[in-house]
């Protein structure tokens, strides 16, 4: 019951037996709690987090489906992906596997979080670390757990988030920090691949959205 407290608390408690019972009446249940509540607080945070995030995938994935007037979804071919796959691949990344084609709709997708993660470093400073990176990309609703840090690019922090939710999904972003803000790049991660192990063609510009 005592394993949140001190040992200093533990001996004044022992020397002391009515500060020992004056204090377990007062404090006990609270102690208790609190010391079990610490990772469970922290497990359902973290489980928040990726429930906004899914909601947030889903509404991006809906407003991106097209649909029938009959209530049908429209059929697309797949679109091209921004990235390629082959020739003149970033050095500073030791992974091979390529990345592969996005959907129409994960396309359309990547554009709506590439919208949000420009907006969200428009002039924030995400060139100066990448803790500032991660805490950013917290702050606009990507789990933690779905941002990984990748190798520095010239100096500037960067960071992948995985934005695959259903089985079958490829979408994925790599956030390199600026001076200005963020550089933003969709990729395809293929099934069963972690972000981190696409090798992607490096940009220079930022993309246009």
């Not at 899914?54 to 679109?79: K, Q």
């Not at 609703?141 to 490829?170: E, K, N, Q, T």
Request: hydrophobic share 35%; charged share 20%.
């Amino acid at each position: 019951m005592w394993g949140c407290v001190s040992d200093r608390h533990r001996s004044g408690m022992r020397s002391n037996p009515l500060r020992k019972s004056l204090l377990v009446a007062a404090l006990g249940g609270a102690v208790v709690l609190s010391c079990i509540g610490v990772g469970s607080a922290a497990a359902a945070t973290a489980d928040d987090a990726e429930t906004r995030f899914v909601e947030l995938a889903t509404s991006i994935r809906d407003y991106c489906t097209p649909v029938r007037p009959s209530g049908g979804v429209i059929d697309r071919p797949a679109a091209t992906s921004s990235v390629s796959p082959s020739g003149n691949l970033d050095s500073a990344q030791p992974v091979s596997v390529d990345p592969v084609p996005l959907n129409a709709v994960e396309r359309c997708a990547g554009q709506q979080h590439q919208r949000r993660v420009h907006d969200g470093f428009w002039q924030a400073g995400a060139n100066r670390s990448y803790e500032a990176l991660h805490a950013k990309l917290t702050e606009l609703g990507y789990p933690a757990s779905r941002i990984h840090r990748m190798p520095d690019f010239s100096g500037s922090p960067r960071a992948r988030v995985d934005l695959r939710v259903l089985g079958g999904d490829h979408l994925a972003v790599q956030v390199t920090g600026t001076y200005l803000g963020a550089m933003i790049e969709t990729f395809g991660t293929p099934e069963g691949v972690d972000v981190t192990e696409v090798r992607l063609k490096p940009i220079i510009d930022r993309p246009s959205f």
